[in-house]
């Protein structure tokens, strides 16, 4: 079992920045790839972004590429999301998740562990 509790959420401009944080407990960090995912009002969970479990290879959603860093620390078992050049578009609850498979297929990951979920709202 893993807890996931994301931070960091709040409402920005757009064009600023923001950084999320998700606190992980309970089994080894380590052992999980690690992703975000948001859901806007109305739409699908999408992806954002994901990393591996050691070598830190990173995935973006098209979305995102180019604007948004995901990173993790295992000695605060802590994964970010940072977001710049923030757009009304990437209002949405964004949710830390934890997969036992590959960081390359949490694109479609149906199993894992979830955060309960920041809101972001980005005004224009």
């Known amino acids: 079992q893993v807890q996931l509790v994301e931070s960091g959420g709040g409402l920005v401009q757009a064009g600023g920045s923001l950084r999320l944080s998700c606190a992980a407990s309970?089994?080894?960090?380590?052992?999980?790839?690690m992703g975000w995912f948001r859901q806007a009002p109305g739409k699908e969970r999408e992806f954002v972004a994901a990393?591996?479990?050691?070598?830190?290879?990173?995935y973006y959603a098209d979305s995102v590429k180019g604007r948004g860093t995901i990173s993790r620390d295992a000695t605060k078992n802590t994964v970010y999301l940072q977001i710049n050049s923030l757009k009304p578009e990437d209002t949405a609850v964004y949710y830390c998740?934890?997969?036992?498979?590959?960081?390359?297929?949490?694109?479609?990951?149906?199993?894992?562990?979830w955060g309960q979920g920041t809101q972001v709202t980005v005004s224009s």
């Open positions: 990393i591996s479990r050691s070598r830190g290879f990173t």
């Open positions: 309970g089994r080894t960090f380590s052992g999980y790839a």
């Open positions: 998740a934890a997969s036992s498979g590959a960081a390359s297929s949490m694109r479609t990951m149906r199993e894992g562990y």
